[in-house]
């Protein structure tokens, strides 16, 4: 009667999709096993500090729709967030610049200035002593240099005595003596037969050395009756 009927049932293939995070994603979905053609919801969640950096194959929104068509595998990626370091070296140098910028995945060691006169005792950072910026710090910083001044800065006292024609053309006597940088002092005067003393004079030590206090000490003029 024409009625005969053969009929075929095709099943439906099952595919994988695998979803793969790198540092910085917290969290993605999507991953499991599905019919061909399924649409999946794919997604990621991202830490703090980091910014969405998309998918492998392309797509740049952090949730979208997959149709899963084979076994494929899908990975989220993400970009550290970049902050600036600001140095605040108060006068000193470095012989290797230091980083301008870091990320939450940085263990950065700072190099430490050099600054004539001074000792160098570390970096604040955040209200704490360190030449560290350590992994999983974040913000933007300000990097203060301290310092401790020399105590053993030299600095020199030269004594002139009055020539016989009234002028100061040598150096009598020096002495090589040694201060805290940048701190005042007033080295003594000397007392010689024959010449009147000057008034003592106060003075900066500098931090390269140079400092040179003079004295002049003017011949004394007596009278010779006969």
Do not use: C
Request: hydrophobic letters at 25%; aromatic letters at 12%.
């Amino acid at each position: 009667d024409g009625t005969t009927v053969v009929k075929y049932y095709y099943e439906r293939n099952k595919y994988t999709l695998t979803i793969n995070k790198t540092s910085g994603i917290d969290s993605v979905t999507g991953s499991g096993t599905y019919y061909y053609g399924t649409e999946v919801n794919v997604s990621a969640t991202i830490n703090n500090n980091y910014t969405f950096a998309g998918w492998s194959n392309g797509i740049k929104l952090q949730s979208f729709t997959y149709k899963l068509l084979n076994n494929t595998t899908l990975t989220a990626n993400a970009s550290a967030i970049s902050y600036t370091i600001t140095y605040d070296l108060a006068g000193g140098v470095v012989s290797k610049a230091n980083p301008t910028k870091y990320t939450v995945e940085d263990n950065i060691t700072l190099n430490a200035p050099t600054k004539t006169g001074y000792t160098f005792k570390g970096y604040e950072i955040n209200g704490q002593m360190t030449n560290v910026i350590s992994k999983g710090t974040t913000g933007n910083l300000t990097v203060k240099a301290i310092y401790e001044a020399n105590t053993n800065t030299k600095y020199k006292v030269e004594h002139y005595q009055m020539d016989l024609n009234g002028k100061y053309t040598n150096v009598f006597e020096t002495e090589n003596l040694t201060g805290t940088t940048d701190t005042k002092v007033k080295p003594s005067v000397k007392t010689y037969t024959g010449f009147t003393s000057p008034n003592a004079t106060e003075v900066l030590i500098k931090a390269d050395g140079t400092t040179v206090v003079k004295y002049y000490y003017e011949r004394n003029k007596y009278t010779l009756t006969v």
